[in-house]
């Protein structure tokens, strides 16, 4: 079994920056790809961006090119999330999601097999 928590939501105003963390634990996690999903109220929980275990391969929603960058520490199975030049329609729970591999679906919730408890992310404008 696998345990996700994620940390580091909060409030900001729209143009600031926020960043994220996903700690896993629980069993070794080689090859092991992680994701960011959001969820906004009324809303299915959407794909943000996905990093492969050893970091060479990474994908992102369009809606978020060029302001969030994600990262990872395989010493400390942690992924982190920079997000910059937030907007209003960025507020959502922040999800973790975990998975074996990367190829395939990665931007499908139903293909990540364990996860965080979720984190708030408030954007004002």
């Known amino acids: 079994q696998v345990q996700v928590v994620e940390s580091g939501g909060g409030l900001v105003q729209a143009g600031g920056s926020l960043r994220l963390s996903c700690a896993a634990s629980?069993?070794?996690?080689?090859?092991?790809?992680m994701a960011w999903f959001r969820q906004a109220p009324g809303k299915e929980r959407e794909f943000v961006l996905v990093?492969?275990?050893?970091?060479?391969?990474?994908a992102y929603a369009d809606s978020v090119k060029g302001r969030f960058t994600i990262s990872r520490d395989n010493a400390k199975n942690t992924m982190y999330l920079q997000m910059n030049k937030l907007k209003p329609e960025d507020t959502a729970v922040y999800y973790c999601?975990?998975?074996?591999?990367?190829?395939?679906?990665?931007?499908?919730?139903?293909?990540?097999?364990?996860w965080g408890q979720g984190t708030q992310v408030t954007v004002s404008s």
């Open positions: 629980g069993r070794t996690l080689s090859d092991y790809a």
């Open positions: 990093i492969s275990w050893g970091g060479g391969n990474t």
């Open positions: 999601g975990v998975r074996r591999g990367y190829s395939g679906r990665y931007y499908s919730p139903a293909e990540y097999e364990y």
